[in-house]
């Protein structure tokens, strides 16, 4: 019975080990009012993306684990319920994670998203955004969101986030930033 204890509390401690590794991030990723890393990927139409090309326009960068999981697609969903509140605001939705085209274009047609999904099977983009979990045998996005305004600078980061509640926390966010300043 002692020996079936002593092996649950190494079983507990190797997952409590793994779990802040895989969460734990570099502390490099872009802070406010840094310029955001430039990157090229392709979206799930296989067409490349470059963020520079978006110069003009408000962009919510959002990393994600995973296609077709619970949290992920109601984040996802929750994006595109408000996309055109983004599209009236300037802004552009753009989803990353680690998984190949062919997977994305799968998870916009099955959820009906009209926004692109970008993917970064290398790990590099997810990198630079300090946005990579290692999971020991896999790596995944981590669910890190940068709000990126029209002259390429991070003016918000999110790295704590809440897959339900995050679009309107986002476009909250949003539209405090693009109020004019107070005139005195």
């Known amino acids: 019975m002692k020996m079936i204890g002593i092996f649950v509390a190494i079983i507990v401690l190797f997952i409590g080990i793994v779990v802040v590794r895989a969460m734990r991030t570099g502390g490099k990723a872009p802070s406010s009012g840094t310029p955001a890393p430039d990157f090229t990927l392709n979206s799930q139409d296989g067409k490349a993306l470059r963020l520079h090309d978006l110069r003009g ?3 919510v960068l959002y990393f994600y684990p995973k296609d077709f999981t619970s949290g992920c697609t109601k984040e996802a969903h929750n994006f595109q319920r408000d996309l055109r509140q983004y599209e009236e605001k300037n802004a552009i939705i753009l989803g990353v994670s680690v998984q190949d085209e062919t997977t994305h274009q799968k998870f916009c047609a099955k959820e009906g998203l009209g926004f692109r999904l970008l993917a970064d099977t290398n790990h590099q983009v997810s990198s630079s955004y300090d946005s990579l979990m290692n999971l020991g045998v896999a790596k995944l996005s981590a ?26 926390e986002v476009l909250a966010d949003l539209s405090q930033l693009q109020q004019p300043p107070d005139v005195r």
């Not at 940068?146 to 918000?156: A, E, G, N, T």
């Open 143 to 168: 669910r890190h969101t940068f709000l990126i305004d029209p002259h390429s600078i991070v003016r918000k980061t999110y790295l704590n986030v809440n897959a339900e509640k995050h679009s309107a």
């Open 57 to 59: 326009k408000w962009v």
